[in-house]
Protein backbone atom coordinates (compact mmCIF):
# COMPACT_ATOMS: atom_id res chain seq x y z
CA UNK A 1 0.00 0.00 0.00
CA UNK A 2 0.99 3.40 -0.87
CA UNK A 3 2.66 5.68 2.41
CA UNK A 4 2.02 9.19 1.40
CA UNK A 5 5.10 12.11 2.19
CA UNK A 6 4.34 15.70 2.43
CA UNK A 7 7.25 18.20 0.77
CA UNK A 8 7.68 20.12 3.65
CA UNK A 9 9.06 23.30 1.49
CA UNK A 10 6.90 22.69 -1.35
CA UNK A 11 4.17 24.94 -2.73
CA UNK A 12 2.27 22.77 -3.96
CA UNK A 13 -1.26 22.18 -2.09
CA UNK A 14 -1.36 19.38 -0.20
CA UNK A 15 -4.14 17.53 -1.35
CA UNK A 16 -2.52 18.17 -5.00
CA UNK A 17 0.95 16.54 -3.12
CA UNK A 18 -1.40 13.22 -2.24
CA UNK A 19 -2.88 13.57 -5.49
CA UNK A 20 0.24 13.86 -7.47
CA UNK A 21 1.90 10.78 -5.35
CA UNK A 22 -0.83 8.32 -6.56
CA UNK A 23 -0.07 9.62 -10.46
CA UNK A 24 3.48 9.14 -9.91
CA UNK A 25 2.79 5.55 -8.25
CA UNK A 26 0.63 4.76 -10.85
CA UNK A 27 3.13 5.51 -13.52
CA UNK A 28 6.17 4.11 -12.28
CA UNK A 29 4.44 0.52 -11.12
CA UNK A 30 4.83 1.09 -7.50
CA UNK A 31 1.12 0.85 -7.03
CA UNK A 32 -1.31 -0.95 -9.90
CA UNK A 33 -5.53 -1.19 -10.41
CA UNK A 34 -7.06 -3.21 -7.98
CA UNK A 35 -4.79 -1.78 -5.18
CA UNK A 36 -6.60 -0.10 -2.18
CA UNK A 37 -5.54 2.86 -0.91
CA UNK A 38 -5.13 3.97 2.80
CA UNK A 39 -8.14 5.14 4.68
CA UNK A 40 -8.49 9.01 5.13
CA UNK A 41 -7.97 8.47 8.83
CA UNK A 42 -5.09 6.72 8.65
CA UNK A 43 -3.48 9.44 6.03
CA UNK A 44 -4.72 12.07 8.45
CA UNK A 45 -3.28 10.74 11.27
CA UNK A 46 -0.63 9.94 9.58
CA UNK A 47 0.53 13.20 8.11
CA UNK A 48 -1.55 15.12 10.69
CA UNK A 49 -3.34 16.84 8.37
CA UNK A 50 -6.90 17.68 7.57
CA UNK A 51 -8.94 14.86 6.68
CA UNK A 52 -10.89 17.25 4.32
CA UNK A 53 -7.33 17.53 2.66
CA UNK A 54 -7.63 13.97 2.12
CA UNK A 55 -10.94 13.36 0.91
CA UNK A 56 -10.82 16.24 -1.20
CA UNK A 57 -7.54 14.22 -2.84
CA UNK A 58 -9.45 11.34 -3.41
CA UNK A 59 -12.26 13.01 -4.83
CA UNK A 60 -10.00 14.42 -7.11
CA UNK A 61 -8.65 10.98 -7.95
CA UNK A 62 -12.14 9.56 -8.37
CA UNK A 63 -12.97 12.42 -10.91
CA UNK A 64 -10.37 11.44 -13.08
CA UNK A 65 -11.42 7.80 -13.09
CA UNK A 66 -8.38 6.76 -11.12
CA UNK A 67 -10.22 5.09 -8.05
CA UNK A 68 -13.83 4.21 -7.22
CA UNK A 69 -15.00 3.40 -3.72
CA UNK A 70 -16.59 0.41 -3.13
CA UNK A 71 -19.31 -0.56 -0.77
CA UNK A 72 -18.02 -1.83 2.66
CA UNK A 73 -15.84 0.97 2.51
CA UNK A 74 -12.74 1.62 0.72
CA UNK A 75 -10.76 3.59 -2.05
CA UNK A 76 -9.74 1.47 -4.94
CA UNK A 77 -7.07 2.26 -8.09
CA UNK A 78 -9.16 1.54 -11.07
CA UNK A 79 -7.29 3.44 -13.85
CA UNK A 80 -3.92 3.52 -15.01
CA UNK A 81 -1.82 6.32 -16.53
CA UNK A 82 -0.65 4.42 -19.27
CA UNK A 83 -2.18 4.97 -22.74
CA UNK A 84 -2.44 7.60 -25.25
CA UNK A 85 -1.37 10.52 -22.90
CA UNK A 86 1.98 8.69 -22.56
CA UNK A 87 2.50 8.67 -26.65
CA UNK A 88 1.53 12.24 -27.13
CA UNK A 89 4.14 13.00 -24.07
CA UNK A 90 7.11 11.92 -25.44
CA UNK A 91 5.91 14.01 -28.85
CA UNK A 92 5.40 17.36 -27.06
CA UNK A 93 8.54 17.02 -24.61
CA UNK A 94 10.40 16.55 -28.25
CA UNK A 95 8.95 19.93 -28.68
CA UNK A 96 9.60 21.64 -25.53
CA UNK A 97 13.52 20.64 -25.50
CA UNK A 98 13.70 22.19 -29.22
CA UNK A 99 12.07 25.13 -27.65
CA UNK A 100 14.43 25.42 -24.59
CA UNK A 101 17.27 25.00 -27.07
CA UNK A 102 16.03 27.89 -29.37
CA UNK A 103 15.51 30.02 -25.78
CA UNK A 104 19.02 29.43 -25.38
CA UNK A 105 20.78 30.51 -28.00
CA UNK A 106 18.09 33.69 -28.04
CA UNK A 107 20.41 34.33 -24.42
CA UNK A 108 17.68 33.92 -21.53
CA UNK A 109 18.98 31.79 -18.46
CA UNK A 110 17.74 28.99 -16.61
CA UNK A 111 16.13 31.72 -14.48
CA UNK A 112 14.61 33.54 -16.93
CA UNK A 113 13.20 30.23 -18.74
CA UNK A 114 11.49 29.26 -15.67
CA UNK A 115 9.80 32.20 -15.40
CA UNK A 116 8.86 33.08 -18.37
CA UNK A 117 7.10 29.21 -18.52
CA UNK A 118 5.84 30.29 -14.89
CA UNK A 119 4.46 33.12 -15.95
CA UNK A 120 2.78 31.45 -19.21
CA UNK A 121 1.04 28.67 -17.09
CA UNK A 122 0.00 30.55 -14.83
CA UNK A 123 -1.81 32.96 -17.00
CA UNK A 124 -2.82 30.03 -19.57
CA UNK A 125 -4.80 28.29 -16.93
CA UNK A 126 -5.26 30.85 -14.40
CA UNK A 127 -8.65 31.44 -17.14
CA UNK A 128 -9.82 27.80 -18.05
CA UNK A 129 -9.70 26.44 -14.06
CA UNK A 130 -11.25 28.11 -10.76
CA UNK A 131 -8.32 28.08 -8.24
CA UNK B 1 -29.14 31.35 11.75
CA UNK B 2 -28.29 28.57 9.50
CA UNK B 3 -28.00 24.62 10.76
CA UNK B 4 -24.74 24.56 8.64
CA UNK B 5 -23.04 26.58 11.96
CA UNK B 6 -21.43 25.01 14.76
CA UNK B 7 -20.31 28.24 16.44
CA UNK B 8 -21.66 31.69 15.66
CA UNK B 9 -20.53 34.91 17.56
CA UNK B 10 -22.13 38.25 16.90
CA UNK B 11 -21.39 41.73 18.40
CA UNK B 12 -19.52 39.93 20.89
CA UNK B 13 -17.63 41.82 23.85
CA UNK B 14 -15.97 41.41 26.99
CA UNK B 15 -14.94 43.59 29.26
CA UNK B 16 -12.28 43.94 31.93
CA UNK B 17 -12.52 46.89 33.87
CA UNK B 18 -12.21 49.85 31.61
CA UNK B 19 -10.33 47.39 28.92
CA UNK B 20 -12.36 45.44 26.33
CA UNK B 21 -10.54 42.07 25.79
CA UNK B 22 -12.77 41.43 23.20
CA UNK B 23 -14.96 44.01 20.92
CA UNK B 24 -17.71 43.79 18.08
CA UNK B 25 -16.41 40.46 17.60
CA UNK B 26 -18.44 38.67 14.94
CA UNK B 27 -17.81 35.29 13.15
CA UNK B 28 -19.44 32.08 12.03
CA UNK B 29 -17.62 28.78 12.06
CA UNK B 30 -19.67 26.52 10.38
CA UNK B 31 -19.73 22.49 11.14
CA UNK B 32 -17.07 19.86 9.88
CA UNK B 33 -14.41 22.52 9.91
CA UNK B 34 -11.23 22.40 12.15
CA UNK B 35 -10.54 26.16 12.86
CA UNK B 36 -6.98 27.57 13.65
CA UNK B 37 -7.52 31.04 16.08
CA UNK B 38 -4.15 33.12 15.99
CA UNK B 39 -2.97 36.11 16.98
CA UNK B 40 -0.30 37.19 19.52
CA UNK B 41 -0.41 37.15 22.77
CA UNK B 42 -3.19 39.17 24.85
CA UNK B 43 -5.21 39.58 21.61
CA UNK B 44 -8.21 38.23 22.85
CA UNK B 45 -8.15 34.04 21.91
CA UNK B 46 -8.59 32.65 25.57
CA UNK B 47 -11.23 34.92 25.87
CA UNK B 48 -13.11 34.33 22.88
CA UNK B 49 -12.99 30.42 23.95
CA UNK B 50 -14.18 31.29 27.54
CA UNK B 51 -17.05 33.09 25.70
CA UNK B 52 -17.86 30.30 23.24
CA UNK B 53 -18.28 27.10 26.02
CA UNK B 54 -19.79 29.47 28.86
CA UNK B 55 -17.04 29.86 31.25
CA UNK B 56 -17.44 33.96 31.01
CA UNK B 57 -20.56 36.21 30.51
CA UNK B 58 -20.59 38.63 27.44
CA UNK B 59 -20.83 42.25 28.03
CA UNK B 60 -21.83 42.77 24.58
CA UNK B 61 -23.45 40.53 21.77
CA UNK B 62 -23.72 36.82 21.83
CA UNK B 63 -22.06 33.62 21.14
CA UNK B 64 -24.12 30.40 20.16
CA UNK B 65 -23.03 27.05 19.80
CA UNK B 66 -25.66 24.99 17.72
CA UNK B 67 -27.68 27.55 17.74
CA UNK B 68 -27.43 27.66 21.87
CA UNK B 69 -26.62 30.14 24.29
CA UNK B 70 -23.74 28.00 26.02
CA UNK B 71 -24.54 29.53 29.21
CA UNK B 72 -28.26 27.86 28.82
CA UNK B 73 -28.05 25.54 30.85
CA UNK B 74 -26.80 21.19 30.35
CA UNK B 75 -27.92 21.04 26.69
CA UNK B 76 -25.70 23.19 25.11
CA UNK B 77 -23.26 22.00 27.58
CA UNK B 78 -23.26 18.76 26.97
CA UNK B 79 -21.69 19.46 22.67
CA UNK B 80 -19.30 21.20 23.59
CA UNK B 81 -15.74 19.85 24.66
CA UNK B 82 -13.00 22.30 25.90
CA UNK B 83 -9.70 21.51 26.30
CA UNK B 84 -7.97 24.74 28.54
CA UNK B 85 -4.80 26.40 28.31
CA UNK B 86 -1.87 23.99 29.46
CA UNK B 87 -4.36 20.89 29.92
CA UNK B 88 -5.07 21.68 33.56
CA UNK B 89 -6.07 18.43 35.02
CA UNK B 90 -5.76 17.15 38.87
CA UNK B 91 -2.56 15.98 38.90
CA UNK B 92 -2.64 13.62 41.87
CA UNK B 93 -5.13 11.39 39.59
CA UNK B 94 -4.55 9.22 37.26
CA UNK B 95 -5.80 8.96 34.04
CA UNK B 96 -7.53 5.86 34.49
CA UNK B 97 -9.38 8.12 37.78
CA UNK B 98 -9.96 11.25 35.61
CA UNK B 99 -11.63 8.75 32.71
CA UNK B 100 -13.94 7.63 35.61
CA UNK B 101 -14.61 11.35 36.91
CA UNK B 102 -15.41 12.22 33.69
CA UNK B 103 -18.18 9.21 33.20
CA UNK B 104 -19.82 10.84 36.50
CA UNK B 105 -19.78 13.73 35.27
CA UNK B 106 -20.81 13.70 31.94
CA UNK B 107 -24.01 12.48 30.75
CA UNK B 108 -22.43 11.26 27.71
CA UNK B 109 -19.61 9.64 28.34
CA UNK B 110 -17.30 6.99 26.17
CA UNK B 111 -15.14 5.57 28.57
CA UNK B 112 -14.09 2.88 26.32
CA UNK B 113 -13.03 4.89 23.84
CA UNK B 114 -10.63 7.14 26.05
CA UNK B 115 -8.79 3.85 27.15
CA UNK B 116 -8.33 2.36 23.95
CA UNK B 117 -6.75 5.67 22.58
CA UNK B 118 -4.52 6.22 25.85
CA UNK B 119 -3.28 2.35 25.43
CA UNK B 120 -2.84 3.12 21.50
CA UNK B 121 -0.52 5.90 22.87
CA UNK B 122 1.16 3.28 25.17
CA UNK B 123 0.57 6.11 28.21
CA UNK B 124 0.05 4.58 31.46
CA UNK B 125 -3.19 4.94 32.84
CA UNK B 126 -2.84 3.93 36.81
CA UNK B 127 -0.03 6.89 36.91
CA UNK B 128 -0.53 10.40 38.57
CA UNK B 129 -1.24 12.29 35.56
CA UNK B 130 1.13 15.04 37.22
CA UNK B 131 4.18 12.18 36.69
CA UNK B 132 3.62 12.38 32.90
CA UNK B 133 5.59 14.16 30.06
CA UNK B 134 3.58 17.09 29.15
CA UNK B 135 3.00 15.15 25.70
CA UNK B 136 1.18 12.68 27.55
CA UNK B 137 -0.58 15.08 29.66
CA UNK B 138 -1.81 16.79 26.92
CA UNK B 139 -2.47 13.56 25.23
CA UNK B 140 -4.94 12.60 28.33
CA UNK B 141 -6.65 15.79 28.21
CA UNK B 142 -7.50 15.05 24.90
CA UNK B 143 -8.35 11.69 25.31
CA UNK B 144 -10.99 13.05 28.15
CA UNK B 145 -12.55 15.81 26.23
CA UNK B 146 -12.93 13.16 23.43
CA UNK B 147 -14.72 10.76 25.72
CA UNK B 148 -17.57 13.54 26.05
CA UNK B 149 -18.01 13.05 21.94
CA UNK B 150 -18.30 16.52 21.50
CA UNK B 151 -19.67 18.02 18.29
CA UNK B 152 -17.39 21.02 18.89
CA UNK B 153 -14.62 20.76 20.83
CA UNK B 154 -12.30 24.11 21.94
CA UNK B 155 -8.50 23.59 22.73
CA UNK B 156 -7.05 26.68 23.91
CA UNK B 157 -3.16 26.66 23.12
CA UNK B 158 -3.36 23.08 23.51
CA UNK B 159 0.93 22.31 21.68
CA UNK B 160 2.31 25.80 22.34
CA UNK B 161 4.36 24.25 25.43
CA UNK B 162 5.00 20.68 23.70
CA UNK B 163 7.99 19.99 22.11
CA UNK B 164 8.11 19.17 18.09
CA UNK B 165 7.65 15.39 18.31
CA UNK B 166 4.81 16.26 21.31
CA UNK B 167 3.52 18.85 19.45
CA UNK B 168 3.04 16.16 15.50
CA UNK B 169 1.82 13.52 18.17
CA UNK B 170 -1.14 15.37 19.67
CA UNK B 171 -1.55 16.83 16.20
CA UNK B 172 -1.76 13.12 14.54
CA UNK B 173 -4.11 12.12 17.34
CA UNK B 174 -6.43 15.16 17.03
CA UNK B 175 -6.18 14.17 13.16
CA UNK B 176 -7.25 10.93 13.81
CA UNK B 177 -10.23 11.60 16.00
CA UNK B 178 -11.74 14.58 13.89
CA UNK B 179 -11.48 12.09 10.88
CA UNK B 180 -13.74 8.94 12.53
CA UNK B 181 -16.65 11.77 13.94
CA UNK B 182 -18.04 14.82 12.76
CA UNK B 183 -16.72 17.01 15.56
CA UNK B 184 -15.94 20.39 14.83
CA UNK B 185 -12.58 21.93 15.97
CA UNK B 186 -11.79 25.38 17.15
CA UNK B 187 -8.24 25.34 18.09
CA UNK B 188 -5.75 28.42 18.74
CA UNK B 189 -2.81 28.87 18.75
CA UNK B 190 0.47 31.37 18.15
CA UNK B 191 2.67 28.55 16.26
CA UNK B 192 1.09 28.89 12.58
CA UNK B 193 3.51 26.32 11.22
CA UNK B 194 1.84 23.24 13.17
CA UNK B 195 -1.32 23.93 12.05
CA UNK B 196 -0.95 24.98 8.06
CA UNK B 197 -2.09 21.35 6.98
CA UNK B 198 -4.34 20.87 9.30
CA UNK B 199 -7.21 23.34 9.68
CA UNK B 200 -9.29 24.50 6.24
CA UNK B 201 -10.48 27.45 8.43
CA UNK B 202 -8.97 30.71 9.95
CA UNK B 203 -9.56 33.08 12.58
CA UNK B 204 -7.00 36.29 13.04
CA UNK B 205 -7.80 38.09 15.95
CA UNK B 206 -5.77 40.98 17.12
CA UNK B 207 -6.22 43.89 19.74
CA UNK B 208 -9.57 42.37 20.31
CA UNK B 209 -10.61 42.26 17.07
CA UNK B 210 -11.29 39.97 14.64
CA UNK B 211 -9.36 40.89 11.46
CA UNK B 212 -10.05 38.02 8.81
CA UNK B 213 -12.39 35.13 9.72
CA UNK B 214 -12.90 32.40 6.38
CA UNK B 215 -12.46 29.21 4.37
CA UNK B 216 -8.13 29.08 4.16
CA UNK B 217 -8.41 27.93 0.72
CA UNK B 218 -10.75 31.05 -0.01
CA UNK B 219 -8.73 33.35 1.63
CA UNK B 220 -5.39 32.35 -0.09
CA UNK B 221 -7.72 32.46 -3.40
CA UNK B 222 -8.40 35.91 -2.79
CA UNK B 223 -5.23 37.68 -2.20
CA UNK B 224 -2.13 38.07 -3.99
CA UNK B 225 1.26 39.46 -3.36
CA UNK B 226 1.55 42.37 -5.88
CA UNK B 227 5.09 43.74 -6.88
CA UNK B 228 6.17 46.08 -9.22
CA UNK B 229 7.94 49.64 -9.39
CA UNK B 230 6.69 52.28 -6.70
CA UNK B 231 5.93 54.62 -9.08
CA UNK B 232 3.17 53.31 -10.64
CA UNK B 233 2.17 51.87 -7.79
CA UNK B 234 -1.24 54.38 -7.70
CA UNK B 235 -2.07 53.72 -11.74
CA UNK B 236 -1.77 50.10 -10.73
CA UNK B 237 -3.46 49.40 -8.21
CA UNK B 238 -6.51 52.23 -9.57
CA UNK B 239 -8.81 51.18 -6.85
CA UNK B 240 -9.04 47.90 -7.88
CA UNK B 241 -7.44 46.23 -4.93
CA UNK B 242 -7.74 46.34 -1.21
CA UNK B 243 -4.13 46.81 -0.03
CA UNK B 244 -3.83 44.84 3.32
CA UNK B 245 -0.05 45.68 3.98
CA UNK B 246 2.42 47.60 1.84
CA UNK B 247 6.05 47.89 2.35
CA UNK B 248 7.92 50.45 -0.05
CA UNK B 249 11.81 51.15 -1.43
CA UNK B 250 12.76 54.21 -2.84
CA UNK B 251 12.15 51.87 -6.40
CA UNK B 252 9.47 48.96 -5.23
CA UNK B 253 6.29 48.87 -3.82
CA UNK B 254 5.65 45.46 -2.22
CA UNK B 255 1.32 45.05 -1.45
CA UNK B 256 -0.49 42.42 -0.20
CA UNK B 257 -3.61 42.73 -1.85
CA UNK B 258 -7.39 41.17 -1.80
CA UNK B 259 -8.74 41.24 -4.38
CA UNK B 260 -12.19 42.25 -6.12
CA UNK B 261 -13.09 39.14 -7.79
CA UNK B 262 -11.77 37.20 -10.48
CA UNK B 263 -7.27 38.24 -10.66
CA UNK B 264 -7.37 41.56 -13.39
CA UNK B 265 -4.88 41.84 -15.64
CA UNK B 266 -1.75 43.89 -13.85
CA UNK B 267 -0.25 47.09 -15.34
CA UNK B 268 3.08 47.10 -16.88
CA UNK B 269 5.80 45.90 -14.98
CA UNK B 270 3.67 44.38 -12.27
CA UNK B 271 3.41 40.67 -10.99
CA UNK B 272 1.54 38.94 -9.22
CA UNK B 273 2.35 35.94 -6.53
CA UNK B 274 -0.11 33.64 -4.44
CA UNK B 275 -0.03 33.66 -1.07
CA UNK B 276 0.90 31.27 2.08
CA UNK B 277 -0.92 31.04 5.03
CA UNK B 278 1.53 32.75 6.65
CA UNK B 279 2.04 35.80 4.77
CA UNK B 280 -2.02 36.48 5.24
CA UNK B 281 -1.66 36.10 8.79
CA UNK B 282 1.49 38.13 9.01
CA UNK B 283 -0.10 41.19 6.69
CA UNK B 284 -3.21 41.36 8.51
CA UNK B 285 -1.31 41.26 12.33
CA UNK B 286 0.41 43.54 10.60
CA UNK B 287 -2.40 46.02 8.95
CA UNK B 288 -3.75 46.33 12.61
CA UNK B 289 -7.56 47.67 13.13
CA UNK B 290 -7.18 49.49 9.88
CA UNK B 291 -8.08 46.27 7.78
CA UNK B 292 -11.10 45.56 9.95
CA UNK B 293 -13.48 47.35 9.23
CA UNK B 294 -12.85 45.85 5.16
CA UNK B 295 -12.83 42.46 5.74
CA UNK B 296 -16.19 40.82 6.75
CA UNK B 297 -14.88 37.21 5.05
CA UNK B 298 -17.60 34.67 5.61
CA UNK B 299 -19.84 37.24 7.06
CA UNK B 300 -20.51 39.49 4.10
CA UNK B 301 -21.65 36.36 2.36
CA UNK B 302 -24.14 35.62 4.49
Redesign the interface.
Known amino acids: MIEFVLDGRSQVATYMQLVLQVKQALRVGLVRPGDQLPRVRDVAQQLAINPNTVLKAYRELRLEGLTEGRPGGGTFLVGTLAGPSLGSQAELRDELVGWLGRARSAGLTREDITALIETTVRSTFDGTEGN | MTDDTALQVAGLGKRYGRTWALRDCSLRLPI?R?AALVGPNGAGKTTLLHLAVGLLRPDEGEARVFGRDPRAGREALADIGFVAQDTPLYRDFSAAELVKLGGKLNRTWDAALAHERLSRLDIPTGRAVGKLSGGQRAQVALALALAKRPRLLLLDEPIASLDPLAR?EF??????A???TDTTVLLSSHLLADLE????FLIVLQKAHVQLSGDVDDLL?RHRTLIGPRESEASALAGTFAVIRASRTDRQSTLLVRLPGA?PALAEGW?AQ?V?LEDLVLAYLTAGSEARTQTQGELAAK
Do not use: F, K, P
Open positions: GIHMQTLMGVSERACDAMRDN
